[in-house]
């Protein structure tokens, strides 16, 4: 996959952040040896969805790239890590403190802003847990179809240091076939940690 860069990105994309914040991305993958590769979808509106989620590390390289290409995605984290220095790296990446007491109101804001036009991309991790979760958690599949959004899948690939912009799915409301289209996009992703993969993705290895 060739590498992305700011440049690559088309004009409907949306973007937040200035130069400060992009230079600090850049210099954190280049810190930690990675990149991103891939290919954006020029569209104002989408949902990405984030998988396999096996380590916090996984989100230090997130941020580093959305920081670096400017990126507006708006992603949901439990508060607790909004503390301190972390927490102001967090809402500059686009974070948005959750509460998992009160988890619905939030998800019902962010509902709320997609439905009513505004540019931003929603960034979710399916499994919700970064402990081999059971199943997916579907609520990005039922918002994506409800507002006829696309899903963006990106990855972590520990074994080419990586994170990967694997494809663009129009979901068909099948939630079942389309869910088994999204997995079958990560066979080839080797996870900080392998033996915390969720179980549907577990089963195709």
Known sequence: MPPLTPADIGPRVPRRGGAGVAWLGRFILRRIGWRVVGRLPDLP????????????????????????????IRFMAKHSLFRGPAGWLLRAAGGIPVDRRRPGGVVAETQRLLAAGDPFWLGITPEGTRSGAGEWKTGFHRIAVDLGLPIIVVTFCYRRREARILETFWPQGDTERDLEAIYAALDDVTPRHPERLSAPLKRRR
């Open 45 to 72: 509106r989408a949902v990405m969805i984030a998988a396999p989620h096996t380590s916090n590390y996984d989100g230090l390289v997130g941020i580093a790239a959305i920081l670096g290409l400017r990126l507006d």
